[in-house]
């Protein structure tokens, strides 16, 4: 075992921005009647008049946009622009809902620009697309007046696609600032045959994606099958909202009082949790000293599950825990700092050398405080799979957060939607059965195994620990629904109908995530 040297990080702030920049919620907008708007902006400067250039958050958000074309990530490319770029505060968030508005709802946006259009999608150039695609969102999803959304998107096309397509986006903007968005929602509806095909359509998802959702709401036991629209919705609703900004106090290192003497609010689900309302996580002393951390309330729960059960027989003897696949680090953690308090041996384990090093940046807090107590806190690089057979029965508790599609975890990852195929399900299950059985033969008898992913899809949530269920008799599932407790120790409403818990961000707020909790015989 060789010594090296967190969870998901902060989402994308939005708020509004300047000049009746809006904060993205659809719905809400005071604005005048279409055929109002229309004429104003028809009595203003033709486009080869207007500014030549935009403001910076809109260059900056298209230049994401285009990045993220290329294969990067809106969550980690948008910080690093705005940063060398000098924006901040509201201009900061306006750019972001931009990005993460644009690229989410591109979806039903393109379909919209289609029929305004009056072209497919696929004939017009990329790069006009997502202009066309961040002027959209200005229009139907954001407080923008039209005229500023129109000026100013027709001055970055002019910018950075050129005069000719300057005057067919001014064009293909104007037609869609002549509707409603609902108006637009059921033009692009028509003909679209059947009730998840529609919402899919509506809500921006592509269909697999929808589809398997469905499935999960119903095999989980959250929605019975002749009632599943309603929760289905909401649930396709909850990916196109910005996720709450949730800290985790890692116990013996930050407190949740800490947290709040810094501006967060308590959380009402993780009883190690806040919420932080507004501002920079990163201004907070714990959280900027690795002794408290951006994580989702879902992640904090079942850590805390995982080491609230009893182990018994054999695992009591030694405690020694495992996470299995713990990069970045956000629950190696808070599992760190519970295994301190007790003083009980940690390992954390990560096959990626980059984020093996994350998970020893993560883990810095903890490691000073694990070397004050004389307590054992390793940071392993490598394969998961091997550690069965490496370490045979060499731990009490063992947390598999298998690497998995995300589907859980929309909301924070805007483009993951257009980027994952349902092919992804299948690559991901050998691994997912492989790491899992792996994670059982590391447990001694009496331990437990705690098998998570941030994704509700049946195939790699029940039908994964199912599977092992059918191929062993050495390893039995125990209920985990009353360990995820809120801070006042009553159980959470609506987790399934056991033995596993799926969270959901339509009802718990949180990522949709999956656990399930074994006992090896
Ligand atoms: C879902 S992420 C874990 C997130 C982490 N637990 C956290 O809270 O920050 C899955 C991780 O498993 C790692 N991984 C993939 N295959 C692995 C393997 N065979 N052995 C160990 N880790 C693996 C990935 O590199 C990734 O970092």
Redesign the pocket.
């Given at each position: 075992m060789s010594d090296q040297r967190?969870?998901g990080g902060a989402p994308g702030r939005r708020s509004g921005g300047e000049g009746g920049r809006g904060d993205g919620r659809r719905g809400e907008r005071q604005r005048p009647p279409a055929r109002e708007r229309s004429a104003r902006h028809r009595s203003e400067q033709r486009p080869s008049e207007r500014a030549r250039r935009t403001d910076a958050p809109r260059l900056a958000a298209y230049t994401a946009m285009r990045e993220v074309a290329d294969g990067a990530y809106a969550n980690l490319a948008l910080p690093k622009l705005l940063r060398e770029k000098g924006i901040r505060g509201r201009d900061a968030g306006f750019a972001t809902e931009l990005v993460y508005g644009a690229t989410r709802l591109s979806g039903l946006y393109d379909a919209i620009i289609a029929l305004a259009a009056g072209r497919p999608v696929d004939k017009i150039d990329s790069n006009v697309l997502d202009t066309l695609r961040l002027g959209a969102h200005q229009l139907l999803g954001m407080r923008v007046p039209t005229h500023a959304a129109v000026d100013e998107t027709v001055a970055l096309a002019r910018q950075v696609n050129g005069a000719g397509a300057a005057g067919f986006v001014n064009a293909v903007l104007r037609r869609i600032s002549e509707r409603e968005p609902d108006e637009w929602v059921d033009l692009v509806s028509e003909g679209v045959s059947g009730p998840v095909e529609r919402l899919a359509l509506r809500t921006s998802h592509p269909l697999w994606i929808a589809k398997a959702l469905r499935a999960a709401l119903i095999g989980h036991g959250t929605a019975q099958p002749d009632a599943v629209e309603g929760s289905l919705t909401a649930l396709l609703e909850s990916d196109n909202a910005p996720a709450k900004v949730s800290l985790a106090a890692r116990p013996g290192l930050a407190s949740v009082d800490e947290l709040v003497d810094a501006g967060a609010d308590r959380s009402g689900l993780s009883p190690v949790g806040a919420t932080l309302p507004e501002g920079d996580p990163g201004a907070i002393a714990a959280v900027r000293e690795g002794r408290a951390a951006v994580q989702d309330e879902g992640?904090q729960l079942l850590v805390l599950a995982l080491t609230a059960a009893d182990v018994e027989g054999d695992a009591t003897a030694h405690e020694r825990w495992l996470?299995?696949?713990?990069?970045?680090?956000?629950?190696?953690g808070l599992l760190a700092a519970l295994a301190i308090q007790r003083r009980i041996p940690f390992v954390a384990?990560?096959?990626?050398e980059h984020?093996a090093d994350l998970v020893w940046q993560t883990l810095a807090a903890a490691r000073a405080e694990a070397r004050e107590r004389d307590v054992s806190l390793k940071v392993r690089h490598g394969?998961?799979?091997d550690l069965g057979e490496v370490e045979p029965a060499g731990f009490s508790r063992v947390l598999i957060?298998?690497?998995?599609t995300g589907l859980g975890a929309l909301r924070r990852r805007p483009e993951a939607r257009w980027r994952r195929t349902a092919g992804d399900v299948a690559a991901l299950a050998g691994?997912q059965r492989e790491?899992l059985a792996s994670g059982i033969d590391a447990t001694a008898p009496g331990g437990l195994v705690g098998y998570a992913t941030?994704s509700p899809h049946l195939n790699e949530t029940r039908f994964v620990v199912t599977d092992a269920l059918r191929n062993r008799d050495d390893v039995e599932l125990v209920d985990a629904r009353p360990l995820f407790v809120d801070p006042s120790g009553q159980q959470l409403p609506g987790l399934g109908d056991g033995p596993f818990v799926q969270l959901w961000p339509h009802l718990h707020g949180t990522d949709a995530m999956f656990f399930a909790l074994l006992r090896k015989r």
């Open positions: 967190g969870d992640s996470d299995l696949c713990a990069g970045p680090g956000g629950k190696a384990n990560e096959i990626s984020r394969d998961g799979r957060d298998a690497p998995c691994l790491l941030c």
